[in-house]
């Protein structure tokens, strides 16, 4: 189960004893055997209430305030003000809350103490920290309300004087049940909608891993422009002419030389060029163009290769010096396949 504290007092969140009075109204909800709280959050909330008739808050805009907490699973909702706030809205006192009487689901509350407000609940009693003791009163209210009992609350308090002795007694298996049931199926839901997203990420994440690249792959791109980067340092260059080809540009490229005009510049198809998955790019000397010395392209295919790039100049029979490719181990049937992981090109 969780519950939620709305404060109008930014103040709260600034206690040095905030964290102590969560841990011990959760300790204390828990001590009962069949109770599961499991979370206590506290907000700081610009709220103006709404009085009604008999000076005290009204249900209908408490309902409205806290409607949104309960769908999001919180079972108790509380709000809070600080003893200037709640004089100021009018409010007595003597009243240091209250938990409405209404027909809704909701466990609600609203209350004031300061950090440091303390009360004997009997006479001679200790004087007891006045947050934890009316936070824990009110849901006992709600509690018995809401599990169909006699409330022996006030009795109990104003005996015993310290409220967590009959916390620690309550079924809350008895606590509106088909408000459990529903929490519970809820819970199931959510947990069964968690595993089907994360499920259908990894499938998606599986197909993009393995949807062919429109572009350079990322880390021939960066590679790629190291290289740039490197001639241009050593006095000689370079410029990216061509990197990821579509299929079409490739059976041009084909057909040159061919079926049309030109000379023969490439022996691939479309599909069994690695510059068609984005993972290969020709490079050109900006001064010396292809024309370029045989010392020119062997500096240049050294520097493509410290950056772990193929060199097709490095090739026999078919030389392409201007080439470089980057297959990270895969071949190029298998990137013709679509057995190749681009998570890998990232």
Same mark, same amino acid.
């Given at each position: 189960?969780?519950?939620?504290?709305?404060?109008?007092?930014?103040? =709260?969140?600034?206690?040095?004893?905030?964290?102590? &009075?969560?841990?011990?109204?959760?300790?204390?909800?828990?001590?009962?055997?069949?109770?599961? $709280?499991?979370?206590?959050?506290?907000?700081?909330?610009?709220?103006?209430?709404?009085?009604?008739?008999?000076?005290?808050?009204?249900?209908?805009?408490?309902?409205?305030?806290?409607?949104?907490?309960? &769908?999001?699973?919180?079972?108790?909702?509380?709000?809070?003000?600080?003893?200037?706030?709640? =004089?100021?809205? *009018?409010?007595?006192?003597? +009243?240091?809350?209250?938990?409405?009487?209404?027909?809704?689901?909701?466990?609600? $509350?609203?209350?004031?103490?300061?950090?440091?407000?303390?009360?004997?609940?009997?006479?001679?009693?200790?004087?007891?920290?006045? $947050?934890?003791?009316?936070?824990?009163?009110?849901?006992?209210?709600?509690?018995?309300?809401?599990?169909?009992?006699?409330?022996? !609350?006030?009795?109990?308090?104003?005996?015993? #004087?310290?409220?967590?002795?009959?916390?620690?007694?309550?079924? /809350? !298996?008895?606590?509106?049940?088909?408000?459990?049931?529903?929490?519970?199926?809820?819970?199931?839901?959510?947990?069964?909608?968690?595993?089907?997203? &994360?499920?259908?990420?990894?499938?998606?994440?599986?197909?993009?891993?393995?949807?062919?690249?429109?572009?350079?792959?990322?880390?021939?791109?960066?590679?790629?422009?190291?290289?740039?980067?490197?001639? &241009?340092?050593? #006095?000689?260059?370079?410029?990216? @002419?061509?990197?990821?080809? !579509?299929?079409?540009?490739?059976?041009?490229?084909?057909?040159?030389?061919?079926?049309?005009? *030109?000379?023969?510049?490439?022996?691939?198809?479309?599909?069994?060029?690695?510059?068609?998955?984005? @993972?290969?790019?020709?490079? @050109? $000397?900006?001064?010396?163009?292809?024309?370029?010395?045989? !010392?020119? /392209?062997? +500096?240049? *295919?050294?520097? *493509?290769?410290?950056?772990?790039?193929? /060199?097709? #100049?490095? /090739?026999? #029979?078919? @030389?392409?010096?201007?080439?470089?490719?980057?297959?990270?181990?895969?071949?190029?049937?298998?990137?013709?396949?679509?057995?190749?992981?681009?998570?890998?090109?990232?």
């Amino acid at each position: 189960m969780k519950l939620k504290l709305l404060t109008t007092d930014q103040g =709260l969140l600034k206690w040095r004893s905030l964290d102590r &009075k969560k841990q011990e109204i959760l300790k204390a909800l828990n001590a009962s055997p069949s109770a599961d $709280f499991t979370d206590f959050d506290v907000e700081a909330v610009e709220v103006t209430a709404e009085l009604n008739s008999r000076g005290r808050i009204s249900h209908s805009w408490l309902d409205r305030l806290f409607a949104v907490w309960f &769908k999001r699973g919180y079972d108790f909702v509380g709000l809070h003000y600080s003893k200037k706030g709640w =004089l100021a809205l *009018g409010l007595p006192e003597t +009243l240091r809350g209250a938990n409405p009487i209404d027909s809704d689901v909701v466990g609600e $509350f609203y209350m004031w103490a300061d950090e440091d407000t303390t009360r004997r609940y009997t006479r001679g009693g200790s004087r007891l920290n006045q $947050f934890i003791q009316v936070l824990l009163h009110e849901i006992c209210h709600e509690y018995y309300r809401g599990a169909g009992l006699p409330d022996p !609350t006030h009795d109990h308090h104003y005996t015993e #004087g310290e409220i967590r002795s009959l916390v620690a007694t309550l079924d /809350w !298996t008895l606590y509106r049940p088909k408000l459990q049931e529903f929490r519970q199926a809820e819970g199931l839901l959510m947990k069964l909608l968690r595993l089907f997203i &994360k499920k259908l990420q990894g499938q998606v994440a599986d197909l993009q891993s393995r949807v062919r690249p429109t572009a350079l792959t990322p880390v021939v791109q960066r590679k790629a422009d190291a290289i740039v980067a490197e001639m &241009k340092r050593r #006095g000689h260059a370079v410029r990216i @002419v061509e990197g990821y080809r !579509t299929f079409e540009r490739q059976t041009e490229l084909y057909n040159q030389g061919r079926t049309t005009a *030109g000379a023969i510049v490439t022996n691939a198809k479309a599909g069994e060029s690695l510059h068609n998955y984005g @993972v290969a790019v020709d490079f @050109v $000397f900006r001064r010396e163009g292809y024309n370029a010395s045989s !010392t020119l /392209w062997a +500096l240049l *295919g050294k520097v *493509g290769k410290d950056q772990g790039f193929t /060199w097709g #100049g490095d /090739w026999q #029979g078919f @030389v392409d010096r201007p080439h470089f490719e980057l297959k990270q181990g895969y071949t190029t049937q298998e990137f013709k396949e679509g057995k190749v992981d681009y998570t890998k090109f990232n």
